[in-house]
């Protein structure tokens, strides 16, 4: 599983360091994101910029007051 989580980075670098790690991944697979708040922005910026991006299987769950867990498939 491809698994990144950036609660220990900057803000600044997260967006650029997500897309790094997605562009990785293949085609088919998931890049399994942990984030210290809801990732919606994130989402709206794969769906507008990335074709890879699949947005209608993107997953996305509270798993406690700073963890959010979402799941990026790409095409």
Request: zero cysteines; hydrophobic letters at 35%.
């Amino acid at each position: 599983m491809n698994r990144l989580d950036v609660r220990d980075l900057p803000p600044a670098e997260r967006h650029d360091t997500i897309r790094e790690a997605f562009d990785d991944i293949e085609a088919g697979e998931r890049l399994v994101l942990v984030n210290d708040h809801d990732p919606s922005p994130l989402f709206y910026e794969f769906q507008a910029e990335v074709e890879a991006f699949d947005a209608d299987s993107y997953r996305v769950e509270q798993r406690g007051e700073d963890e959010f867990v979402a799941e990026l498939p790409k095409q």
